[in-house]
């Protein structure tokens, strides 16, 4: 006959544990969830370390549970084992990715909607997923990079600082004034009227190139203004010098004869 209290003697407590076990990882589940929301952790890696801590609890339940029942677990966790090694060499270049995910979700080197440059790719982030971040160019296409990429190169965010400055370059012929040359540009970036006035914009002489004088204009601006005053001081710089009679020269050799 089948003695139901031997059963129940053996298989009561390891039932109980079980019970118990699956309730306290539910409410750890919880927990974690509550810490992870109020530590500004980005919410894609939120599900990743909940299943992950649930999965190590379910793994410690299962193997306590079977060591009560009078299951020899040292066995069972050598399969276990041996099954996370062969899992994690297969797909040692995904969790490269998965790792670099998890590391920029935690330190943010830049958030959705910002433009960044890494490794020959250039756009603005469209999502950050846990093996791969994908970006829009400015074209309209869609590029997906592994994260292993981004963490293992530098990340250039043209975006994430709320002030950008504004440099460009032109030249001038040797007989022109100078400053008056740097007033005419000085005067057309204030017309703009999205430069910052301090730091004040400036134009300086960086070079005197063969064939000119090369001014540089330094202006800062607002991150969100920086192309259109940009393009607009790049079409209308050469507009201003020529309406003060500053003539842009184009290069020349002089050949001299005997």
């Known amino acids: 006959m089948v003695n139901f209290a031997a059963i129940a003697l053996r298989f009561g407590p390891a039932l109980g544990v079980l019970i118990v076990g699956a309730i306290l990882i539910k409410g750890l589940q919880k927990v974690i969830?509550?810490?992870?929301?109020?530590?500004?952790?980005?919410?894609m890696l939120h599900k990743f370390i909940i299943n992950a801590?649930?999965?190590?609890?379910?793994s410690v339940l299962?193997?306590?549970v079977l060591k009560m029942i009078g299951v020899d677990t040292t066995s069972v966790i050598t399969v276990f084992a041996a099954c996370?090694?062969?899992?994690?060499?297969?797909l040692q270049g995904c969790l490269s990715n998965l790792a670099s995910g998890i590391l920029i979700m935690i330190t943010t080197p830049f958030k959705k909607g910002d433009y960044i440059t890494c490794a020959g790719n250039a756009g603005s982030v469209d999502s950050i997923n846990l093996l791969h971040t994908s970006i829009i160019t400015v074209d309209n296409q869609h590029i997906s990079i592994p994260n292993a990429v981004l963490t293992g190169n530098a990340i250039t965010n043209a975006t994430k600082l709320q002030t950008r400055r504004v440099d460009i370059r032109i030249g001038i012929a040797y007989e022109s004034d100078i400053e008056l040359a740097k007033k005419a540009i000085l005067d057309m970036a204030d017309k703009?009227?999205?430069f910052l006035e301090k730091?004040?914009?400036?134009?300086?002489v960086v070079e005197y190139a063969d064939s000119a004088i090369i001014l540089e204009f330094r202006g800062w601006c607002s991150t969100s203004d920086y192309w259109s005053n940009y393009f607009t001081m790049q079409?209308?710089?050469?507009?201003?010098?020529?309406a003060a009679g500053i003539e842009i020269p184009f290069t020349q050799i002089d050949i001299h004869t005997k």
């Open 235 to 242: 079409n209308g710089m050469k507009a201003a010098l020529d």
């Open 62 to 64: 299962i193997v306590s």
């Open 84 to 90: 996370g090694a062969a899992v994690a060499l297969a």
């Open 33 to 43: 969830k509550k810490i992870l929301e109020k530590t500004g952790v980005d919410p």
């Open 192 to 194: 703009t009227g999205s």
């Open 53 to 58: 801590a649930k999965i190590a609890g379910w």
């Open 199 to 204: 730091p004040a914009a400036l134009v300086n």
